[in-house]
């Protein structure tokens, strides 16, 4: 496994690029988007992801046990969702609380739209 960073992605720059089956992406809006792809591309994340986008929020103390992973793994793979975008987190007392980031989703979600076309 790579030890490379994901760069922090400008969220607001996720909206400049419309859905790709109207437009090929331009190189520098590929290189903001891509970053979010490559953190959910990884099956661990992808579940973290699942697991905290199906409630308001979620306690790191939550997600730890359903893995069989270090408690240092997983904060790994959720500093990675979170420099990709796709969380955010807040630390009350000793535990970090995770949440979607549903605008950002949204912004996904259009960017991966094919519109439906009537025969």
Do not use: N
């Not at 419309?18 to 792809?37: H, I, K, L, W």
């Not at 009350?92 to 949440?99: A, I, K």
Request: overall charge neutral.
């Amino acid at each position: 496994m790579s030890k490379q960073a994901l760069p922090v992605v400008d969220i607001d720059a996720v909206a400049c690029c419309p859905p790709m089956s109207v437009r090929p992406m331009e190189p520098d809006q590929a290189a903001v988007v891509a970053p979010m792809f490559k953190a959910l591309g990884d099956p661990i994340r992808l579940r973290l992801m699942s697991m905290i986008a199906s409630v308001p929020e979620i306690c790191v103390c939550d997600l730890t046990p359903a893995f069989d992973l270090s408690g240092p793994t997983i904060s790994h793979h959720l500093k990675v969702l979170r420099e990709a975008g796709l969380v955010d987190s807040e630390r009350r007392g000793t535990w970090v609380w995770y949440r979607v980031r549903p605008d950002v989703f949204r912004q996904l979600g259009a960017l991966l739209q094919i519109p439906a076309h009537d025969s």
